[in-house]
């Protein structure tokens, strides 16, 4: 589960913990041998990436959502602004590979609501099978869709080819055909 400064404070300042989190809660994570609070930014897409990470607590940002689908790694979510409410709602209803624990930051989450959203994303419940195994297909369509070799260029590359040869192409058609140097 990530944590960050709350809306309103400076990201780049310190962390308080003494403030943000509940009281004496780092040192029963400490305690517990269980979990770990880092302080700064921590490294997500590796964090992503490992094994054992069964599901990923997110507020549904753009590049948590692909950061996490990259993954194959179903989402709880929790969206607060912005586009988050769209993602939110198009992972859960469209795509399938979320569950939404609340919506905005004036939402009290009772422990028993996390803990009926993380069993039925992790356990071997019909919901939690169907969308891990519908975040495994978003992870294969994904590398499909970047993927560059000798006979396949996947949708994303063909589509970046596409940009940058209507770029060279009107460039060249603006400077009269001449020889212009290349993007």
């Known amino acids: ?19 943000w989190l509940p009281e ?5 994570i400490k305690d517990s041998g269980r979990g770990l609070v880092i302080h700064k930014w921590a490294p997500q897409v590796e964090i992503l990436s490992h094994k054992s990470v069964s599901a990923f607590f997110s ?28 993602n ?3 992972l859960e209803e ?13 939402f009290e989450v009772l422990k028993e609501d996390m803990v009926e959203k993380i069993e039925l994303v992790m356990n071997e419940t ?17 590398e499909n869709a970047v993927r560059n070799e000798e006979n396949f260029q ?8 596409q940009f940058l040869n209507a770029a060279l192409m009107m460039r060249e058609s603006k400077l009269g055909g001449s020889n212009p140097k290349r993007l």
């Open 1 to 19: 589960m990530g944590c960050k400064a709350p809306i309103g404070f400076d990201i780049n300042s310190e962390f308080k913990d003494e403030k």
């Open 154 to 161: 996947g949708s994303s590359v063909k589509a970046m080819d």
């Open 24 to 28: 004496g809660f780092e040192g029963r």
């Open 94 to 106: 469209e795509i399938e590979v979320c569950v939404e624990v609340a919506r905005g930051m004036n």
């Open 59 to 86: 507020h549904c940002g753009w590049n948590s959502v692909l950061e996490a689908l990259t993954r194959g790694v179903p989402i709880i979510g929790w969206p607060l602004a912005a586009e988050q409410f769209y």
């Open 88 to 90: 939110s709602k198009l």
């Open 126 to 142: 019909p919901k939690g099978k169907e969308m891990r195994r519908k975040a495994s297909e978003v992870k294969e369509i994904i």
